[in-house]
């Protein structure tokens, strides 16, 4: 069965400074997804990743995937408070058949 | 239009009621999915019907009964929940392309339930 796994769960930033989500999973896939859900809101479609060296940017935030790895990177780039949510890998496991990471809380401070 | 919705928003039943939640979306997608979040935790995926037929059904409780009447609309019947079952029940939808370039999924708002 696949195991989609997110670190770190909590981050915790300042304004300004950059940090890197990683998401590991644990069986074949080249199709990754990353989700971004504020406090009781739905998620919100961030990044698609559709094949093995796939990076894909939008403001200050890019993601990459690594489907020989298993590893898909979310680096956030000199971090703004409106970035505070929580983020989710999602891996499509068998069509249609999505998995979620437990998710990354990210806090950023002024 | 990219949007999902979802009706009601929340929703508070008893153990012995029976409610449906409801889902719709006109985007053309031809995939539409239920999932299950509670708190603080991702969501899990319930169904998924893919063409208006039930194509994956995560060992969900019989209590839970989805329904897709036609490719817009998507049915959540409930029927003597437990308390267990409160959380927030997510609707999505996406392009269903045999698996070959498969889109993301986009999410409706989510209707609250509670069950007391």
């Known amino acids: 069965e696949l195991k989609v796994e997110q670190n770190p769960l909590f981050l915790s930033m300042q304004e300004g400074k950059n940090y890197t989500i990683y998401c590991n999973y644990s069986?074949?896939?080249?199709?990754l997804y990353w989700y971004r859900q504020d406090p009781g809101k739905s998620l919100e479609s961030l990044f698609v990743l559709l094949s093995n060296g796939a990076v894909k940017q939008e403001g200050r935030l890019m993601a990459s995937l690594d489907t020989k790895a298993r590893l898909s990177t979310l680096h956030i780039t000199a971090a703004v408070h409106d970035l505070s949510a929580t983020y989710f890998c999602a891996v499509d496991y068998n069509n249609n058949d999505m998995r979620f990471g437990a998710g990354t809380r990210l806090t950023v401070k002024p | 239009d990219t949007e999902v919705t979802q009706t009601p928003k929340h929703l508070v039943m008893g153990m012995t009621n029976k409610k449906s939640l409801k889902c719709e979306q006109h985007?053309?997608?031809?995939?539409m999915y239920w999932y299950k979040q509670k708190a603080k935790k991702p969501p899990e995926l319930m169904f998924v019907?893919?063409?208006?037929?039930?194509?994956i059904n995560e060992s969900v409780p019989s209590r839970f009964s989805p329904e897709c009447p036609n490719s817009s609309l998507l049915n959540l019947h409930l029927h003597a929940l437990q308390p267990e079952d409160s959380a927030l029940y997510l609707c999505a939808s996406s392009q269903d392309k045999g698996g070959a370039q498969q889109e993301t999924q986009y999410f409706g708002p989510g209707t609250r339930l509670l069950v007391l």
């Open positions: 985007m053309g997608h031809r995939a």
């Open positions: 069986t074949t896939s080249d199709r």
């Open positions: 019907y893919s063409y208006e037929k039930l194509s």
